[in-house]
């Protein structure tokens, strides 16, 4: 079974850059996956960021980007803001199946 | 207003079943794979399944086929879960969910909340 695989946590400065990775356990991301990135904040409606490796959904700030990166996808949050600290989870199509990583946990501070 | 509607969750006893359903409008319901993805407490999302446009084909995790059964009803506007001998390790708010992008959802319900427990 493919496990995807997500960093647990990161910590990024106000105004600064982090980038989130989407692996596999056994293989490669790629635009072939369609990866797509969510945002969640506790106790809401997870959010569309990014469909089919790098397309905004309607609304998103510019500050939110994806990417593949070596054999994972990514998620680039450039200049974040305070409501940038939230679960950000990436969704790939591998094996005919949909599969959610486990999610990243962001703290700005 | 594209808009998600979930009813139907609630408290069942292990071995029960329940029926889901998702109410949808704001757009043309038939033209659009829907789907349903669940997010147990404390814990990360999981796709569940997803169901063709024409409700011909369902498409299921692995691990749920064989006790969870996805449909829709376009004259409706409408999708349905029907989840069947249900385990506590089924507890979760199920999202309805649009498939709007290529593989990737667009719009989300609100969720409903399923408590499996004795």
């Known amino acids: 079974q493919t496990v995807v695989t997500q960093e647990p946590s990161f910590s990024v400065s106000p105004g600064g850059t982090v980038t989130l990775t989407c692996g596999l356990s056994?293989?490669?991301?790629?635009?072939?996956?369609?990866p797509s990135w969510y945002q969640q904040t506790p106790g809401q409606v997870p959010r569309t960021l990014i469909y089919?490796?790098?397309s905004r959904a309607p609304g998103v700030p510019d500050r939110f980007s994806g990417s593949i990166v070596g054999n994972k996808a990514a998620l680039t949050i450039t200049g974040a803001q305070a409501d940038d600290e939230s679960d950000y989870y990436c969704?790939?199509?591998?094996?005919?199946?949909?599969?959610f990583g486990p999610g990243t946990k962001v703290t700005v501070l | 207003e594209v808009q998600l509607v979930e009813s139907g969750g609630g408290l069942v006893q292990p071995g029960g079943s329940l029926r889901l359903a998702c109410a949808a409008s704001?757009?043309?319901?038939?033209?659009?794979?829907m789907g349903w993805v669940r997010q147990s407490p404390g814990r990360g999302l999981e796709w569940v399944a997803n169901?063709?446009?024409?409700?011909?084909?369902?498409h299921y995790v692995d691990s749920l086929k064989g006790r969870f059964t996805i449909s829709r009803d376009n004259a409706k506007d409408s999708a349905y879960l029907q989840m069947n001998s249900l385990r506590a390790e089924d507890t979760a708010t199920y999202y309805c969910?649009?498939?709007?992008?290529?593989?990737?959802?667009?719009?989300w319900g609100q969720g409903t909340t399923v408590t499996v427990s004795s």
């Open positions: 169901i063709k446009p024409d409700g011909s084909l369902g």
């Open positions: 969704l790939v199509f591998v094996g005919g199946s949909f599969v």
């Open positions: 089919t490796t790098n």
């Open positions: 056994s293989g490669s991301v790629s635009s072939s996956s369609y």
């Open positions: 969910v649009r498939w709007g992008y290529d593989y990737a959802v667009d719009v």
């Open positions: 704001g757009f043309t319901f038939r033209t659009h794979y």
